[in-house]
T-cell receptor
Framework: DAKTTQPPSMDCAEGRAANLPCNHS???????VYWYRQIHSQGPQYIIH???NNETNEMASLIITEDRKSSTLILPHATLRDTAVYYC???????????FGKGTLLTVNP | EAGVTQFPSHSVIEKGQTVTLRCDPI?????LYWYRRVMGKEIKFLLH????????ESGMPNNRFLAERTGGTYSTLKVQPAELEDSGVYFC???????????FGSGTRLTVV
């Protein structure tokens, strides 16, 4: 499985865009990048996933570099409720297992 | 639609006792997963069911843990006998087949004393 590297913490002002990076330089061609977040002690919440194209849904946008070695999760207008630990995790086509690392604690400040 | 339901939300048991955790996935989701977070550690995969079959149980820590999924619906995770290091939060998740996000339950916080 690919290893991921994320900054341990980030701050963002309420209403501004939050850009969370993830390095996955060892990702293989058949591995998707999934993003989840965990708010306080709740169960992880799915955000978005992609293979090589940029993706957007109602929660966020995902930008994947052309070489697929890194990606950025964008929350376009962060709110206080977006304060959480954000995880990027690879997932192979043939393997449903997610690998959670330490993630990034995003703190949205008023 | 109803989400993934886990029961109980909290459980405190003594070392050596048996505990059974239950997970009700979203109806129609063939895939069911168990994960756990031990205090201070990362969330770790335990196992994956496809319908009633165990697809991958590579994360199960030892033979004190037994997971079942009756009729491809709800799942149980039994710990027998429980040890202190089994304390943590156990999460269940489910998903349809394909490249979808997983829906996680709120977890069961297990404390072994």
């Amino acid at each position: 499985d690919a290893k991921t590297t994320q900054p341990p913490s980030m701050d963002c002002a309420e209403g501004r865009a939050a850009n969370l990076p993830c390095n996955h330089s060892t990702i293989s061609g058949n591995e998707y990048v999934y993003w989840y977040r965990q708010i306080h002690s709740q169960g992880p919440q799915y955000i978005i996933h992609g293979l090589k194209n940029n993706e957007t849904n109602e929660m966020a946008s995902l930008i994947i570099t052309e070489d697929r070695k890194s990606s950025t999760l964008i929350l376009p207008h962060a709110t206080l409720r977006d304060t959480a630990v954000y995880y990027c995790t690879p997932r192979a086509r043939s393997n449903y297992k997610l690998t959670f690392g330490k993630g990034t604690l995003l703190t949205v400040n008023p | 639609e109803a989400g993934v339901t886990q029961f109980p939300s909290h459980s405190v048991i003594e070392k050596g006792q048996t505990v059974t955790l239950r997970c009700d996935p979203i109806s129609g989701h063939d895939n069911l997963y168990w994960y756990r977070r031990v205090m201070g550690k990362e969330i770790k995969f335990l196992l994956h069911f496809v319908k009633e079959s165990k697809q991958d149980e590579s994360g199960m820590p030892n033979n004190r843990f037994l997971a079942e999924r009756t009729g491809g619906t709800y799942s149980t995770l039994k710990v027998q006998p429980a040890e202190l290091e089994d304390s943590g939060v156990y999460f269940c998740a489910s998903s349809p087949t394909g490249y979808y996000g997983y829906t996680f339950g709120s977890g069961t916080r297990l404390t072994v004393v």
